[in-house]
């Protein structure tokens, strides 16, 4: 009998897999890059397939597009957004941040990839510099380039003496810190969900095939709570894009609203 080969324990290692193609480049591609990949293409084919196919009785399969794109034009962009025209008109940019990052997000579950795109920090960094465009762009729009910037480093009603050490505060507050949040949030929680996914599956596999006597019986609990993981992780995912795009969505107002 063929001895079995240790399985090798998670870590951050899995994060930096090592490149198949164009090593050595500036488009070096690896694993993760290749998940993104697919993603990306499943995101476009879901709803190329959808858009194709729209009827004036929506089946089935149109109708659950139609919810999903609901949920961010009701709950998201016109739930925050106080104007009806500026709502309608960042709809389209939240849905592909909420939809984008979702499925990103959802790639750490799928079998054969079992990494999220998204636990890498360049895809959290893209979509916060969307965002930051987004919102910043929005104040210049509504405001005006000098307005817009007045109203976030200088804020009305306030003596001037005090504007030494709030404008300050203030530009850190609105420039830095929003879009570095934004980056951390998602970074961490799609880490800490891949480390705890592989190490629930790591513990059944090992207790399955190399532990002895009752130890093997352990691994159905271990077995239990991977898939326990596995809905966590669905429920965090959703949550994630969720809150991405709603944060987002407040940062449009407060951008577009003056103090």
């Known amino acids: 009998m063929i001895p079995l080969e240790a399985p090798e324990l998670p870590g951050m290692e899995d994060f930096f897999p090592e490149p198949f193609l164009f090593e050595g480049t500036p488009f070096e591609f690896n694993r993760i890059m290749l998940v993104r990949m697919v993603a990306v293409v499943f995101i476009c084919l879901l709803f190329g397939i959808g858009a194709s196919r729209v009827k004036l009785v929506p089946g089935r399969f149109q109708g659950a597009l139609e919810m999903a794109l609901q949920v961010v034009r009701v709950n998201v962009a016109e739930a925050v957004i106080e104007s009806p025209v500026l709502a309608r008109r960042y709809t389209p940019a939240l ?12 790639t750490g579950i ?23 465009v987004l919102f910043v762009g929005a104040g210049i729009r509504a405001q005006g380039f000098g307005h ?3 109203n976030q480093l200088f804020p009305p009603g306030v003596p001037w003496p005090i504007y030494f050490l709030l404008t300050p505060v203030e530009a850190f507050s609105t420039f830095v810190v929003r879009p570095a949040t934004l980056v951390i949030r998602l970074l961490a929680n799609m880490i800490a969900g891949h480390i705890l996914l592989a190490l629930t599956f790591f513990g059944t596999h090992y207790l399955l095939f190399y532990a002895s006597g009752l ?4 691994s ?36 577009v609203s003056e103090h």
């Open 95 to 106: 849905t592909v941040i909420f939809f984008g990052i979702l499925a990103l997000n959802l």
């Open 110 to 132: 799928v079998p054969l990839l079992h990494i999220a795109g998204s636990s890498v920090v360049g895809v959290p960094i893209v979509f916060a510099v969307f965002a930051y």
């Open 148 to 150: 817009f910037f007045k």
């Open 215 to 218: 130890l093997k019986g352990v």
């Open 220 to 255: 159905v609990l271990t077995f239990g709570a991977s898939i326990l993981v596995v809905l966590l992780e669905i429920l965090v995912a959703v949550v994630q894009a969720f809150v991405f795009s709603l944060l987002t969505a407040v940062y449009i107002q407060l951008s």
